[in-house]
């Protein structure tokens, strides 16, 4: 072997390392550098609870359509069922549309029960039972207007009558004078 033919030997390795990292660089050049990006952040939405109220107001609708006789069947049937802030709350809407005595009283009750409990399940319904709670406040204020006008419009309608009663009395008693010649009415006749 020549020297050439030994130093060639000898440089192979070193070229084939040298070749090796050559390519690299000429291997990005096909392919354009992209700046690395971090990833963007994962966010996952927020499970929506389910919707409890929905199915409340649904319900409270089908209620008002009912008859005060199914009302009072559905009061005794949902009575039997175990008791959940849901079941309470259905009890307490038919108890507003009962309108017994004292069914609005224990509506607001069972509503503001509701609104203070600290049961989970309750978590979701307690808007609501606020609400029904203020409604059925405003109810009871309106009723108690109501009895006053009616009180206060039969104390009118009683004046009234003894007024009526008192005129007629006096238009009695003014068909009952003796009629006076007045001495114009007279004068003018002769």
């Known amino acids: 072997m020549t020297k050439l033919t030994t130093r ?3 440089c192979l390795p070193l070229a084939l390392l ?14 354009p550098l992209t700046p690395r990006v971090a990833p963007l952040p994962v ?11 929905s199915p409340l107001l649904a319900y409270h609708q089908s209620l008002r359509r009912m008859t005060q006789g199914e009302l ?12 959940t802030p849901k079941i309470t709350l259905q009890t307490g809407m038919i108890l507003m549309l009962t309108r017994g005595g ?6 607001q009750s069972i509503f503001d029960s509701v609104a203070n409990a600290s049961e989970p399940e ?24 109501v009895d006053r006008l009616t009180v206060q419009l039969r104390e009118t309608q ?12 006096l238009k ?17 006749g002769r």
């Open 8 to 10: 060639l030997l000898a």
């Open 18 to 31: 040298l070749q090796g990292c050559a390519q690299k660089p000429l291997a990005s050049l096909h392919y």
């Open 43 to 53: 966010t996952v939405a927020p499970v929506a609870p389910p919707d409890e109220v």
């Open 72 to 83: 009072l069947k559905e009061l005794s049937g949902i009575t039997l069922q175990q008791r």
């Open 102 to 107: 004292g069914d609005l009283v224990r509506a």
């Open 122 to 145: 309750a978590g979701g319904l307690k808007p609501l039972a606020q609400l029904l709670s203020s409604h059925c406040a405003e109810a009871r204020r309106l009723a108690d207007s």
């Open 158 to 169: 009683r004046k009234s009558d003894q007024l009526s009663d008192t005129l007629e009395a």
């Open 172 to 188: 009695a008693i003014e068909r009952g004078l003796p009629v006076r010649p007045t001495s114009g009415a007279s004068a003018g």
